[in-house]
């Protein structure tokens, strides 16, 4: 097995990497949030002189002392930094108090007196759209975030063609990222008048504009520098945003470094977790084709808009899962509660709907008398396929057939299934299967391009800049190897500049498995500048043709003779040319039309199959996974043992979405405060992982690849109620899925 | 004794500090980064050292109860020409790092339970390691690093690879 490589990794394995925590800085002040106990309320006073006067502390800060706008938010702005008059939820944070240690400042904390008359509350999202709801932004006037349709075909006339009808009701619970590393932000009021942001954030740009928002100034007077950040998985966008600008507000009001460093507790408090839905499907099939599907699914979005809108496009679009679906009716709420917010989270809107239509389908076929992967054959889009958004599959390879079929080999499929327990036995055995696409990238959500700077030096080393985050995935080494394949120079000469807003334009946030795509595609783009620059400036002078110039072996070729990188950036020097280019990506255009769900969503998909195989002890009723089988076709493999990293990972967080983790809310308050309560995947839950790797170049990527990091999670929750169910017998429409076998008789 | 050996180094604990957790000492005094705060309670194992070869949880660890004891820390497992030891060497090569908060503290349970331990099974490992969370990896390239940094503990010992 080849070696895996990454640029960052000497400093991981060492403890040298520093991330925002571990960044020492002379004078520093401490700075930490203020909660109050309520979930619905209104703000009348905050008491902060009695906490003022405590030992060590230099300032409290209330939304008073807020600059510029206190309002946040990537679509709709209407998330504060600190509570105004109203409290929302119970993550919301009225106060900072800012101290000479840590210690003082949390001690401070305890004494700021906050005064306010609380309200009802609206901690049920399928209530939220009633008439008499109570409204959680009053001047919105009602508490729906946004409404997505599809309308497709005929569906009142088709059921009528229908002979097999299905209905089904599906619950998906709110789930925590649980990065390793808890939010932080160290932030430096500079000489030359700039705000210097370090955080563990995973988009800086955001973060520039959230800072820049409240500290009333100019993006180019900020400058958010990119640590090595402690896992995101999309967790580490709004709120980590948010810790960095009241970061640097408190360090322009107290004209000193600050630095807030989360705790467990207040993270899993205030932070915004995976979306919970409802969704009730109607699916009707005519023979043994899916011929009309009805659905309703209402996102609870919590008190803020955050990505709701987005998350929940997401759904819409994959409503339906990789099938051929001729009449389809469907209908997505994203809606307000009182309860904490929801946001971007690995995944964004795919694994709630997979969980279901990946159940739904097994009941299709067992209801028609088919196998269940027959029944997906008979169903499935294939090349030139029309989704249902009416979009023609005919710009890249559907994999569909490729994915499936090396899934049911590698896991001996039909035996295994014919092995199944359905309940009877002291060890219940199950495998199930679950077949899906993805759009890639952020599809018709939003402004999707990105760049990347390649400037050479005088002695042949490289700099290189992408418009992407690290956010552990290994993206800075993906670029690194994309020069190494294609400029044909050794990694060892690449130095990735440490990220700075102030370096490269805004390429966008490292989400939607966007950053190889985005990034890469932007590199290759410089690549190719970058050798026709060198090429212009020195055929001539080494005796051939511009065409002639090639780049490979870590030497530039002239016709037979060559240079070494050293020789030629010299030549180039002297010859008064910057060995510098600029390359830039923008994802080719997509459409949507809000009223008929019409259009071509994304520009590409990722096709992806994953079975598994578990055991059930009849008696404590504890799930044991045994086996996945996971395959992906993920365009081109630019990193193979990162790749492999991403769907390891990928695998063992939605097992644990689907079995284990349990952030269950009371009255709006989220009840598991740290992991001895919030139990994510250990090393003892993990099963055997076997992966296949399928690659099909996309045209429309300039490196051929696409992206992994979210395929890998989207589906193994429906593959493990799959085989749930065939071991026990019994359907679990909701995840967590542990907790619902402990109640119920097997 | 208000002294403790760190890394190799004989360091001196100011009585201020005896009633801290080992991590803020280690991390605030020492400047000691490597090892990190997680959960705070002990749950999470990125905060881990060892204390006399054995893994504790250095955030609910008492300097007071470390005192004459040897502590050794993520910074300390380089070798002194400055090169990786073998066990973070296979870390790298086995694709086990992606975020890397939690990689100080699972090379040092790994390395403890090598020393213990130079042969163990999957199975072994993963008992080891069950209290060292990790959320990027899914942990499979993380055995494949213990296992295959076993090798280098069995050589030491003087038994033969297989």
């Known amino acids: 097995m080849s070696k895996a490589w990454r640029n960052d990794g000497y400093a991981k394995v060492t403890g040298k990497a520093r991330y925002t925590d571990d960044l020492l800085c002379m004078d520093v002040l401490h700075c930490v949030p203020v909660y109050t106990d309520f979930v619905h309320a209104k703000l009348h006073h905050i008491h902060t002189g009695k906490a003022e006067k405590m030992a060590g502390v230099k300032r409290v800060i209330t939304h008073k002392d807020i600059l510029g706008t206190a309002w946040f938010g990537q679509i709709f702005q209407d998330y504060f930094m600190l509570a105004t008059d109203t409290i929302r939820c119970n993550g919301d944070v009225v106060a900072l108090v800012v101290a000479a240690s840590r210690q003082e400042a949390i001690a401070a904390a305890k004494a700021v007196e906050v005064v306010a008359e609380e309200l009802p509350a609206l901690t049920n999202p399928l209530e939220a759209l009633d008439a008499d709801a109570i409204l959680v932004h009053q001047s919105k006037g009602s508490n729906l975030i946004n409404h997505h349709k599809i309308r497709r075909g005929a569906p009142t006339a088709a059921w009528q063609e229908c002979d097999t009808i299905l209905e089904r009701d599906y619950e998906t619970a709110p789930v925590e990222h649980a990065y390793l590393e808890p939010e932080a932000a160290l932030c430096i009021p500079r000489d030359d008048g700039v705000m210097e942001v370090h955080g563990s954030m995973q988009h800086p740009f955001s973060t520039r504009r959230f800072v820049a928002a409240i500290l009333g100034t100019t993006l180019a007077n900020v400058e958010v520098i990119t640590n090595p950040m402690g896992g995101g998985f999309g967790g580490k966008d709004d709120t980590a945003a948010i810790v960095c600008a009241r970061a640097a507000l408190a360090a322009h009001l107290c004209g000193k470094p600050v630095k807030i460093t989360y705790t467990r507790e207040w993270s899993m408090r205030e932070s915004y977790k995976r979306h919970p839905y409802h969704l009730h499907y109607k699916i009707g099939l005519k023979g043994t084709k899916i011929h009309a599907v009805e659905c309703r699914i209402i996102a609870d979005g919590g008190a803020y808009t955050s990505v709701t809108p987005w998350v929940t496009w997401r759904s819409t679009v994959q409503c339906c899962g990789v099938y051929t679906v001729p009449h389809v009716h469907a209908d997505v709420y994203g809606v307000h509660t009182n309860n904490v917010f929801t946001g971007a989270f690995r995944g964004f809107g795919s694994p709630q709907v997979n969980f279901a239509v990946e159940q739904w389908i097994d009941e299709c076929a067992a209801a028609v008398k088919m196998d269940p992967v027959r029944f997906r054959e008979a169903n499935m889009l294939r090349q030139n396929s029309v989704t249902i958004t009416n979009q023609r599959l005919d710009s890249h390879i559907v994999s569909t057939a490729q994915v499936l079929d090396a899934v049911v080999s590698e896991s001996d499929f039909a035996n295994k299934v014919s092995a199944c327990s359905y309940g009877k036995g002291e060890k219940l055995y199950g495998i199930g299967l679950a077949l899906v696409y993805r759009g890639c990238s952020l599809g018709a959500e939003g402004m999707d391009f990105c760049s990347a700077i390649i400037n050479a030096q005088f002695d042949g080393s490289i700099l290189l800049d992408v418009g992407i985050h690290e956010n552990g995935q290994g993206a800075e080494s993906a670029m690194i190897l994309l020069l190494e394949k294609h400029l044909g120079v050794t990694r060892e000469r690449v130095r990735y500049n440490r990220p700075s807003t102030s370096h490269i334009p805004d390429g966008g946030t490292t989400v939607a498995s966007r950053g190889t795509l985005m990034g890469g595609g932007a590199v290759m783009n410089a690549i190719r500048r970058l050798k026709e620059i060198i090429a212009t400036a020195l055929h001539a002078e080494n005796g051939c043709a511009k065409e002639d110039v090639s780049f490979h072996d870590d030497r530039i070729w002239f016709g037979a003779d060559s240079l070494s990188w050293e020789e030629a950036m010299k030549q180039m020097y002297l010859a008064r040319t910057y060995p510098f280019a600029f390359g830039s990506f923008a994802a080719p255009r997509v459409s949507w039309n809000e009223e008929t769900g019409e259009g071509d969503a994304y520009f590409s998909y990722v096709y992806s199959c994953q079975a598994v195989d578990l055991e059930i002890d009849a008696k404590t009723k504890n799930v044991k996974l045994l086996h996945v089988w996971a395959a992906h076709d993920i365009g081109s493999a630019v990193n193979p043992q990162m790749l492999k990293g991403q769907i390891y990972g990928g695998i063992m967080q939605g097992a644990g979405m689907a079995l284990w983790e349990d952030l269950h809310q009371q009255a709006g308050c989220i009840q598991a405060k740290n992991f001895h309560t919030y139990r994510i995947p250990r090393t003892t839950d993990v099963p055997k992982i076997h992966i296949s790797i399928i690659e099909n170049d996309d045209p429309t990527s300039p490196s051929g690849a696409k992206g992994i990091g979210e395929p890998a999670l989207e589906l193994i929750a429906p593959a493990i109620a799959n085989a749930v169910y065939r071991a026990t017998g019994k359907r679990i429409n909701s995840y967590p899925i542990q907790p619902k076998l402990k109640g119920m008789t097997l | ?162």
């Open chain 2, 1 to 162: 004794m208000n002294t403790m050996i760190v890394n190799r180094e004989k360091i001196t604990v100011p009585p201020a500090w005896e009633k801290r957790t080992l991590l803020d000492f280690l991390r605030e005094y020492l400047h000691l980064t490597g090892n990190k705060n997680g959960c705070g309670i002990g749950v999470c194992g990125a905060c881990t050292v060892l204390v006399d070869e054995v893994p504790r949880r250095s955030c609910i660890t008492k300097v007071e109860t470390v005192l004459g004891k040897q502590v050794l820390t993520i910074e300390g497992m380089e070798q002194n020409d400055g090169s990786l030891h073998p066990l973070q060497q296979a870390f790298l090569d086995a694709g086990a790092v992606q975020c890397g908060f939690c990689t100080p503290g699972m090379v040092l349970t790994s390395h403890a339970l090598l020393l213990r331990n130079p042969n163990p099974t999957e199975e072994e490992v993963k008992q080891a390691l069950k209290g060292n969370l990790c959320r990027c990896t899914g942990y499979v390239q993380i055995f494949d690093a213990v296992m295959k940094g076993a090798e280098f503990y069995r050589k030491k010992e003087g038994k033969t690879d297989e």
